[in-house]
């Protein structure tokens, strides 16, 4: 019954980029984006201190997290529209 599961799953999902230096510069780009503006939070200095930025640790953390998650939206969309 589950491997049916996995099969009926496995057909619905779309095709996905192989990594190339496109799909990491977008990845990049996108991390760097949210972690600059991550300098415009209410408090991003809540926690040990980064050494070169104006943030925090766990800030300049979760901030780079979102980067990829937005990246990987950024390049699933570009690959479903044909333009990657």
Do not use: D, Q, Y
């Not at 779309?14 to 209410?42: D, M, Q, R, Y």
């Not at 943030?55 to 690959?79: C, E, K, N």
């Amino acid at each position: 019954m589950i491997s049916s599961i996995l099969l009926a799953v496995a057909a619905s999902v779309p095709a996905t980029p192989t990594w190339n230096p496109t799909v990491g510069i977008i990845i990049s780009l996108s991390s760097l984006v949210v972690v600059l503006l991550s300098t415009k939070i209410e408090k991003p200095l809540v926690g040990p201190k980064f050494p070169i930025l104006p943030i925090s640790i766990p800030t300049f953390v979760a901030a780079a997290a979102f980067g990829h998650i937005i990246g990987v939206g950024i390049v699933l969309g570009l690959t479903n529209i044909g333009r990657l």
